[in-house]
């Protein structure tokens, strides 16, 4: 049998965040070891679905929205626990609960670009970085298990040559928003609609195409196949707890104190372009 719908990326961040608490990584990590639960937008769903009441475009510092990339304002920033033992929040930071080895211990960690060879991006705009250098030598030397949600509406081509290409901000001449850096992270078990629908559901998912006007900006359609039963039952989930999934909303920073000289409107107020 197979069924077709539209996913908006907000509804597909509700699929994936349902499903990556579903893996069996996550649940051993869950029971036994540390879920580490790095900040960002699709984490905020997975820290919606363990019971947290936070808003996703406020749980990150960098974000994309209203046409540039920027930081969001610290002043309006919220959070949910990033350190879980046991199933358990703890007080302690990301690196810290990775200096206790366990092996089933699990980082979450959202991209920003993925392609079809397992590559995923992580735009970079702070000094030091930003998160991955609190997980990546722990994770690539203890062998971690690394899992990223991502949705389609940030498939690219190629992650290395986008790496490659963006170089950072002191290859940028002229930056409309945030000068970044882009790290490739190749070791990452990449969940995304697909994923998400053959974990939950046993169907096999295909994208047919993309995006759309009137709230389907960045939206995907989809062709899944499989048993008559499984799709029913997967539609029927689709009804009830995905579709309708409201759109995130931005957070995007002050230009008249942004952080980034690199940036064309630091301290110019917002772009011309840019309705108030």
């Given at each position: 049998?197979?069924?077709?719908?539209?996913?908006?990326?907000?509804?597909?961040?509700?699929?994936?965040?349902?499903?990556?608490?579903?893996?069996?990584?996550?649940?051993?990590?869950?029971?036994?070891?540390?879920?580490?639960?790095?900040?960002?937008?699709?984490?905020?769903?997975?820290?919606q679905e363990l019971g947290y009441e936070v808003e996703p475009g406020q749980c990150t510092v960098g974000i994309s929205c209203e046409?540039?990339?920027?930081?969001?304002?610290?002043?309006?920033?919220?959070?949910?626990?990033?350190?879980?033992?046991?199933?358990?929040?703890?007080?302690?930071?990301?690196d810290e609960a990775l200096q206790d080895y366990h092996a089933d211990t699990v980082i979450i960690k959202g991209a920003n670009a993925f392609d079809?060879?397992?590559?995923?991006?992580?735009?970079t705009s702070g000094f030091n970085g930003g998160t991955v250098p609190n997980f990546i030598g722990y994770m690539t030397s203890k062998g971690l298990k690394f899992i990223c949600p991502v949705g389609y509406e940030k498939l690219v081509p190629n992650v290395p040559a986008?790496?490659?290409?963006?170089?950072?901000?002191?290859?940028?001449?002229?930056?409309?928003?945030?000068?970044?850096?882009?790290?490739c992270l190749s070791s990452a078990d990449i969940v995304t609609e697909v994923e998400a629908i053959k974990q939950m559901f046993h169907c096999d998912a295909k994208v047919v195409c993309?995006?759309?006007?009137?709230?389907?900006?960045?939206?995907?359609?989809?062709?899944?196949?499989?048993?008559?039963?499984?799709?029913?039952?997967?539609?029927?989930?689709?009804?009830?707890?995905?579709?309708?999934?409201?759109?995130?909303k931005g957070n995007r920073g002050n230009c008249d104190n942004c952080r980034y000289p690199g940036c064309r409107y630091n301290g110019k107020g917002n772009p011309p372009w840019i309705k108030d």
């Open positions: 049998m197979k069924a077709t719908f539209v996913l908006t990326p907000a509804e597909a961040r509700r699929l994936i965040a349902k499903a990556v608490i579903q893996t069996p990584e996550f649940q051993k990590a869950w029971k036994d070891a540390y879920v580490l639960l790095a900040g960002g937008t699709t984490n905020a769903f997975i820290a046409g540039m990339l920027c930081v969001t304002e610290p002043s309006t920033r919220k959070s949910f626990p990033n350190v879980f033992y046991k199933g358990q929040p703890v007080d302690k930071k990301i079809l060879d397992g590559h995923v991006g992580v735009i986008a790496s490659k290409a963006l170089g950072g901000a002191s290859h940028i001449d002229i930056s409309m928003g945030a000068d970044p850096g882009m790290y993309a995006g759309g006007i009137g709230g389907n900006e960045g939206a995907h359609y989809w062709a899944v196949d499989g048993e008559e039963a499984d799709v029913k039952a997967m539609v029927d989930y689709l009804e009830k707890n995905i579709k309708g999934e409201p759109p995130v």
